[in-house]
């Protein structure tokens, strides 16, 4: 499950799909392949194991040629990896189909299908619903409506692409929980689930809604929607360019990275929760073995990526009831950790390269962990090719040093983490529908957050002739506190330590006067009493406070106290992302008015490959 390309046109189509597949690369992927219906009129298809470049090789070989076409890059769910489990896949009478999602019914619809004759020469579940469109295409007599009554069977999520030979002139799409975008050409249409896969084609998009089914055609669009009416969906000019990794209108990476984290975020949800569930196999095909058995967890790793542990291990603990270890992977390596029984191993990275974390993942693999699991943003590196379970973290290509995307996206897929092992550790129905539907909410709030660059543009020069700098926070947030500490001192070069606001009076008090600012991260939560107590510590000491604050706080700017109010209902579970962004611009607008390398700060690599 991961990128869809289709195309019908007057020319042959095969370059267009497969330069779609390879801009679709970064998702993550461990197979591709590629159908037409050539100048026969029958569905030819080839596919590979491994990268697009391995199925070019197996089209130069062999090519094809068509003027329809449809192809997929997958990453395993059900299956393993392997050129059978690959897409498209195909039923009878040269039926096809791309799929992105999970099936959660495929294996009581899989029986009903043996019982009527069909064959199956895969495990996924993509091929169920190749095998059911046929089966309603010989009952009903049309490809739309086969499509229609096969995805009124399905639960789970999915983008499907469908072509048929019996109808070599239109292609079906349809959605649930999974992207799928239409791309407007002249005399020619394309479908895609990411926008940057059709952009050397077109620039104008139609975006499909949940439970929308559309038949493509050369020289039309019809779209229908869950209702069975007909609909037009708004076409749009998109302003992305073909180059992902340009900075655009933004002066630096850094600064366009922040502002893509809604998009980031939401991609990493995506075709992972629908209807208010947690799709528990986009762990991986191992997924629903293993996540049942675990009974602890231990997660490792490094910098940013240790912050992003913290929050999860709050989580974990609260809400799964399991217990949970956060380990720097450079200390890890160098202890004779005690392995729980039924233990979890977790590691966090942003490049899957990092030394450190990978030695510490293959000391853990001798070590009698029950299972492996990698968080991470490089769907080919070392860390994701040597787990038992994978969540990639979807957020792009990240070019400034300083992550920021790359965290919050970690943050998200932990989330998921979180609902997964809740699951299966009592958790209700109710209260899974209720952790999704504020991880759906993310990329709004994140937006609103945004909002607020300008007035931390001007708070920002503050800061400018300061050397130290004192970051606090409270449960989950002390680790935000961490991160913001960190992004200052890495890009603005300015000394920033961060504290639980309940160990001030332990040590940190000392170092309060009125040259130090004090940064205090306050939502609306159980803990909220607790800080403003410590904050009053530090302005009883002439220290000056800047607080990011729930508007529900009851906190005011005052004489030595600028408070920053965040967006309203803010959740415990949504409040590490939301609060993370304010600290990422403040950061940002310190470097730019100190004038230091905001994308490449000194001394600094992206990627950390030597321990």
Known sequence: MCGIVGAVAGRDVVPVLMEGLRRLEYRGYDSAGVAVVNGSGRVSRTRALGKVKMLQEALDEAPLHGNIGIAHTRWATHGVPSERNAHPHVSLDGLAIVHNGIIENHEELRDELLKLGYTF??????????????????????????????????????????????????????????????????????????????????????FLDEGDIAEVRRESVRVVDAQGDSVERPVKLSELSAEAAEKGPYPHFMLKEIHEQARAVADTLQERVAGGRLLEAAFGHKAAMLLPKVRSVRIVACGTSYHAGIVAQYFIEQIC???????????????????????????????????????????????GYLATLAICNSPESSLVRESDLVMLTRAGPEIGVASTKAFTTQIAALSLLVIALAKNTGSDAERERGLVTRLIELPGLIEKTLAMDEPIRELAKRFVDKHHALFLGR????????????????????????????????????????????????PNNDLLEKLKSNLMEVRARGGELYVFADPDSGMESSDGVHVMMMPKHVSYFQAPIIYTVPLQLLAYHVAILRGTDVDQPRNLAKSVTVE
């Open 121 to 206: 020469t895969s495990e996924t579940d993509t091929e169920v619903i190749a095998h059911r469109i046929h089966h309603h295409l010989g009952t009903l007599g049309d490809l739309f409506k086969a499509v229609r009554a096969t995805v009124a069977e399905l639960e789970g999520a999915y983008a499907l692409a469908v072509l048929s030979q019996s109808e070599p002139d239109r292609l079906i799409v349809a959605r649930i929980g999974c992207p799928v975008v239409i791309g407007i050409g002249e005399h020619e249409n394309f479908v895609a689930s990411d926008v940057a896969a059709l952009l050397p084609v077109t620039r104008r998009f139609a």
């Open 475 to 522: 449960g989950a947030l002390y680790s935000i506190a961490m991160e913001g500490a960190l992004k200052l001192k890495e890009i603005s070069y300015i000394h920033a330590e961060a504290y639980a606001a309940g160990e001030l009076k332990h040590g940190p008090l000392a170092l309060v006067d009125d040259d130090m600012p004090v940064i205090a991260v306050a």
């Open 321 to 367: 009831r399991l217990p949970c270890s956060v380990e720097i992977a450079s200390e890890y390596r160098y202890r004779n950790a005690v392995v729980p029984p039924d233990a979890l191993f977790v590691t966090i990275s942003q490049s899957g390269e990092t030394a450190d974390t990978l030695a510490a993942l293959r000391l853990a693999k001798q070590g």
